[in-house]
């Protein structure tokens, strides 16, 4: 009976032992308390200001850029293009039809006026000169015929018309040698060359912007297209088809501002020019021509551009891209940086909001720094933030 109890007695030692260690070792390897302690927030918002962390993910889909200073412009941007300046421009033609023997020239080439284009084998050219000299020794020969009737005349020897009829011969030859020189004068080639062939000289002094012509290709002198176009491309034109309701707003010597897709943000200047007498019926609209300074060449003709008539007189105006505004009822707004991570939202007045800018009338000065892609972003952080706020 005691054994019994005795094993009884260490069994529930045993157990209680295994008990008190069990809960020794729970305790000791526990998992922690894993009840997230709270972060700081990576933006603050106090009114129309935003304050974000230097690490803060939103700052990654903002662009920001310096704000700057352009003239006010009189209308909304037009729709144009870049054209050739008629007034310094030759479209080259050849006047005889034949076949390219030589092209000494090549596009880009500048040229004095005179310098050869072309030469080409042309046999009108061939029977112009046979002209030419034919018709010179017509009138050596009948010069000398009407001398010697004279003479004759004089002494009596032969009657009197017959001296009226050598004369009339000889002013006949003289109108027909007169004829074949200006033939040869238009055909600039004064002086033939020996082998008959025909040089195309430059009219004017420029550049050679276009060539279309090839060694061994037939000239005809019915062509529609130039053989050459020779300009200078430091003066072209932007013509622009003016709206019929906006022809009170420009004015011959208005200045422009020019801008083309090749040079994102670079403007260029003119001046207004030429205004068309009369409206096209169709599209109701009348051609304005602007002459522009090309001086850095730049500017090539065909190139689509967007002139933009500026006041004259008139003080510089700050101008962003349409993404920088955030518009709420009757008001706008912009974002600017006021430090690294600190942005202010700054309600602004607007004097002409166009397809891609808008000119600032009122609340931003030039050199401030304007949040140009992920205004929309901000606003509505910035309301979300505020909303938040105000729960709690």
């Known amino acids: 009976m005691i054994k019994r109890d005795k094993k009884i007695f260490l069994l ?18 526990r998992a922690p ?24 993910p939103q700052l990654s889909f903002l662009k920001i850029k310096t704000v700057e200073m352009f003239a006010e412009p009189l209308v909304e941007p ?76 004089q002494i009596k020897g032969i009657a009197r018309k017959e001296v009226e009829a050598a004369a009339a011969d000889w002013q006949q030859a ?24 025909f040089i195309l000289h430059a009219p004017i002094a420029g550049v050679i912007s276009e060539r279309q012509v090839n060694a061994g290709s037939e000239v005809r002198t019915d062509a529609v297209n130039p ?7 430091l003066r072209l034109w932007a013509q ?3 709206p019929e309701r906006q022809l009170d707003k420009i004015n011959l010597g208005d200045l422009v501002s020019v801008e083309v897709d090749a040079y ?24 304005v021509r602007c002459e522009l300074d090309n001086s850095h060449l730049k500017l090539k003709p065909e190139m689509f551009a967007r002139v933009t008539p500026i006041a004259n007189g008139k003080p510089k ?48 000065q030039a050199g401030e720094r304007v949040v140009t892609s992920g205004a929309l972003l901000l606003n509505s952080e910035l309301g979300t933030t505020s909303d938040a706020a105000a729960h709690n």
């Open 33 to 56: 308390n894993l009840t997230p302690s709270p972060e700081k927030p990576s933006v603050h918002t106090t009114s129309d200001q935003l304050r974000f962390a230097a690490n803060a």
């Open 240 to 242: 622009i088809d003016l």
């Open 317 to 364: 105006l700050p101008r962003v891209p349409n993404a920088s505004i955030v518009t709420q009822g009757l008001f706008s707004y912009i974002f600017v940086e006021q430090s690294p991570g600190v942005l202010q939202r700054r309600r602004v007045t607007l004097s002409l909001q166009g397809s891609e800018y808008a000119y600032v009338k009122e609340g931003l």
């Open 174 to 197: 003289q109108a027909e040698s007169r004829r074949a020189k200006a033939r040869m004068k238009n055909l600039n080639a004064d002086v033939p060359t020996l082998s008959g062939q």
């Open 78 to 153: 037009l729709n144009g293009h870049i054209a050739y300046n008629d007034n310094h421009t030759a479209r080259v033609f050849s006047p005889l039809a034949g076949r390219v023997v030589k092209i000494p020239v090549e596009v880009g080439m500048k040229i004095k006026k005179g310098d050869h284009l072309l030469v080409l084998d042309s046999p009108d050219f061939a029977i112009a000169i046979a002209d030419n000299v034919k018709a010179n020794a017509d009138l050596l020969r009948k010069q000398i015929a009407y001398e010697r009737t004279k003479q004759l005349y």
């Open 227 to 233: 053989l050459f176009v020779i300009t200078d491309p």
């Open 12 to 29: 529930l030692a045993v157990i209680f032992l295994a008990v008190v260690a069990g809960y020794w070792g729970w305790s000791k390897f």
């Open 264 to 287: 994102p943000g670079e403007v260029f200047q003119g001046k207004v020019t030429v205004i068309g007498g009369a409206l096209d019926p169709l599209t109701r609209r009348i051609q």
